[in-house]
């Protein structure tokens, strides 16, 4: 009998991780790691594209590993792609050079999705016993906080917090300047008031950390205690007061002078003072005493997801999702074959033009669901629906949203018509400036989207985007006569090129 095996990788900003794992019922064995420090942010990251030696020494890291995972005959080679990636407006091209290259196709994860991995990861490694943890990962372009228990989560976040990305951004490298350090921990509080806010309203019990970063600095501090190593799978926790004493010399020495007292690699040394940072005010914020540093992560929370219930989560959760928003269109009477047909020409034109709205892969799905639900406040009134459509969506508590999915869902409904999004508009109040953005340019695909079924009939078979310069061409493939659509569509059209500053043009064919 053959042995199942699967190789899990995590193509993160900073490091690149593989485990490959003998599966065998309800536990996995590690028998092979490969970790790589390739840095795919570097020089990067904040809209910028990754830059190409930073892609090559990815390709050849990837194609490395997947070499290994075969040796190991192995029966899967399961790869996902966080932040750097995610981010990344050559995404595309650095996913087919993978595929050319090592074999395999990574697939993008969100935010919330990678939060759920590492959630899985923990759970299996740390004994959560009945207590509501915080667990925080540190990446290299991002942070994911979750909030849960062994059998729940209830919150889960990411920032933009990550520390490959906030010591570019604050030039932290090497011995940085005091306002350098000052500036830095004052951007992270910032970015922090909202997950302050959460986390403190769910109450937590204990709080874990993984990631490289959380673990070098928490093998640091054992250092400087005198405790001694710890075996790697041992989870030791890190005190508030001993990472206060650790950014303080940190952040007065030399990348140098950190890889010599403590023996960490160049890359890790040039990143560590913005971990330490980031890690520092999440306790202070937050008023966590100690963080248990856990060596799970993301590749772990593959693997633990093949195992458990849940290894079809992240298909069964968007299938719930999808059954809950139909449902309330159900309920509303609305015209379902309308729903479907709008939210399809939505995503062709997402998709189209993603290399003008940059919006994250997350996005896609959240304008799906906008586009299905958009009229069901017809229901209640056809005076001002779309204002009806955002309240029934805002608080529908549909089956596998989160609050700050739904939030977006509903404005994105209540804006495919009439007026845009404007200032004096109380229900963008409750908006961050990012999901504002995120708001007013997923709705304007919608309102574009939502005019070529003006009547309903599906007129309208598929549209194509051609993008040239500065002109955008919706070319409108026709069922039967399309016209009205065209002419609503023409009208509707107006924000996105405002928003984008592009002229807008329509072509039938």
Not at 125 to 150: K, N, Q
Request: aromatic fraction near 4%; glycine fraction near 6%; include cysteine.
């Amino acid at each position: 009998m053959s042995t199942n095996r699967v190789a899990a990788i995590d193509i993160g900003t900073n490091s690149i991780h593989m485990i490959i794992a003998e599966l065998a019922k309800r536990e996995y064995r590690v028998v092979d790691k490969e970790k790589e420090m390739v840095q795919l942010g570097l020089s990067s990251l904040d809209g910028a594209p990754l830059a190409e030696e930073a892609m090559q020494r990815g390709v050849a890291a990837i194609s490395r590993m997947c070499e290994v995972a075969r040796g190991w005959q192995v029966d899967d080679i399961l790869a996902v792609a966080t932040s750097a990636v995610r981010e990344a407006p050559n995404r595309r091209e650095f996913l087919r050079r993978i595929k050319d290259s090592a074999g395999i196709k990574p697939r993008v994860i969100s935010g919330e999705e990678e939060a759920h991995y590492i959630y899985y990861a923990v759970r299996a490694a740390v004994d959560l016993g009945s207590s509501t943890a915080l667990c925080v990962d540190i990446g290299g372009g991002s942070v994911e906080f979750i909030v849960g228990t062994s059998d729940e989560i209830y919150y889960t976040a990411s920032e933009p917090l990550g520390s490959l990305r906030l010591a570019q951004k604050f030039h932290l490298q090497d011995q940085p300047a005091y306002r350098d350090v000052e500036a830095c921990r004052e951007h992270v509080s910032e970015h922090l008031r909202k997950v302050q806010k959460r986390v403190r309203g769910l109450g937590v019990d204990m709080a874990v950390g993984t990631s490289g970063t959380i673990l070098t600095l928490t093998n640091m501090a054992a250092a400087g205690s005198g405790s001694g190593a710890a075996p790697a799978s041992t989870p030791r926790a890190l005190t508030h007061d001993a990472l206060v004493d650790l950014v303080g010399l940190l952040s007065t020495t030399s990348a140098a002078d950190r890889m010599k007292r403590y023996g960490i690699e160049e890359k890790r040394a040039a990143t560590i003072v913005a971990g330490a940072i980031v890690l520092e005010t999440i306790l202070d914020e937050l008023q966590i005493e100690s963080i248990l540093g856990c060596p799970a992560a993301i590749r772990e929370g593959i693997v633990q997801t093949l195992l458990s219930e849940d290894g079809e989560t992240a298909r069964a959760g968007a299938a719930q999702r999808k059954d809950s928003t139909m449902a309330l269109v159900q309920r509303s009477g609305a015209d379902k074959r309308h729903a479907r047909h709008v939210a399809k020409l939505a995503l062709r034109i997402f998709d189209q033009t993603a290399s003008i709205h940059a919006l994250p892969p997350e996005s896609r799905e959240l304008l799906e669901h906008a586009a299905t639900l958009h009229e069901i406040g017809m229901h209640v009134s056809d005076r001002g629906y779309h204002k009806h459509s955002y309240y029934l969506v805002r608080h529908a508590n549909l089956r596998g949203f989160t609050e700050e999915q739904l939030i977006v869902i509903a404005n994105v409904a209540r804006y495919h018509r009439k007026a845009t999004p404007a200032d004096d508009h109380q229900n963008l109040d409750e908006l961050t400036p990012q999901q504002r953005g995120d708001v007013e340019k997923l709705a304007s695909i919608l309102r574009i989207a939502e005019a070529l079924d003006r009547s309903h009939s599906q007129a309208v078979r598929d549209v194509a985007v051609e993008i040239r310069g500065d002109e955008i061409r919706f070319v409108v493939r026709e069922r039967s006569d399309a016209r009205v659509e065209v002419a609503a569509a023409k009208k509707r059209a107006r924000y996105f090129a405002e928003l984008f500053e592009k002229a807008v043009k329509f072509r039938r064919r």
